[in-house]
């Protein structure tokens, strides 16, 4: 099993843009979430998801969009990029377990 | 929501000894409790998860103790190794789970 991906892996945006960062899971996780990691201010949650067709805001969600049409998918869309936004990304997936089961991270740059 | 500390953010100990990190939290009690550790430019990885109703979990090396008189949990790496050396981070759910900043520990041989 690959676990969590994420992609891409890097990302320099210019103020005003917008983009999708990608995440899939093949463990058949029903629960998975986006946190953004700021130094000094821990992991907050974005968005998150208990199933397909089924989304939530987390802690900080504006300026952020996400959609759940599949199981494995969990997209994340910046509409338009802020210099706020740039951060660390982790998409997370859980199961019955509580365990969270983290992707590599997208590191954002936004100019 | 829960409010979340770690205590300093960073700890320096000596290679065989015993680390311990502290994580406080406030309002409710949360039904369980859990510690990651995160390496640099990775995401963080589960390492173990403690119930309300249980006092001390261990796990090889490691030992975790929750509290919920003092809203308190202790994690502890014994005989601690320079390959320990990472950022750990404590978790606890709320309506969600939420995440303290990290304590980053540094094993010097």
């Known amino acids: 099993n690959a676990g969590v991906t994420q992609t891409p892996k890097f990302q320099v945006l210019k103020t005003g843009q917008s983009m999708t960062l990608q995440c899939a899971q093949d463990?058949?996780?029903?629960?998975m979430s986006w946190y953004r990691q700021d130094p000094g201010m821990g992991l907050r949650l974005i968005h998150y998801?208990?199933?397909?067709?089924?989304?939530d805001q987390g802690e900080v969600p504006n300026g952020y969009n996400v959609s759940r049409s599949t199981t494995e998918d969990f997209p994340l869309r910046l509409l338009s990029a802020a210099p706020s936004q740039t951060s660390v990304y982790f998409c997370?997936?859980?199961?019955?377990?509580?365990?969270?089961?983290f992707g590599p991270g997208t590191r954002l740059l936004v100019l | 929501s829960q409010k979340i500390e770690q205590n300093s953010e960073a700890l320096n100990i000596q290679e065989g000894k015993t680390a311990t990190l502290t994580c406080n939290y406030t309002?409710?009690?949360?039904?369980?409790l859990q510690w990651y550790r995160q390496d640099p430019g990775r995401g963080p990885v589960f390492l173990l998860l403690?119930?309300?109703?249980?006092k001390e979990k261990r796990k090889e090396r490691l030992k975790v103790t929750f509290d919920t008189t003092l809203k308190q949990s202790l994690f502890h790496i014994t005989a601690s190794q320079p390959a320990d050396s990472a950022t750990y981070l404590c978790?606890?759910?709320?309506?969600?789970?939420?995440f303290g900043a990290g304590t980053t520990v540094t094993v010097r041989a």
């Open positions: 997370a997936s859980s199961g019955a377990q509580e365990t969270q089961y």
């Open positions: 463990m058949n996780h029903e629960y």
């Open positions: 998801s208990v199933g397909a067709g089924i989304t």
């Open positions: 309002n409710y009690s949360p039904a369980y």
């Open positions: 403690i119930r309300e109703n249980e």
């Open positions: 978790a606890l759910n709320d309506y969600k789970l939420s």
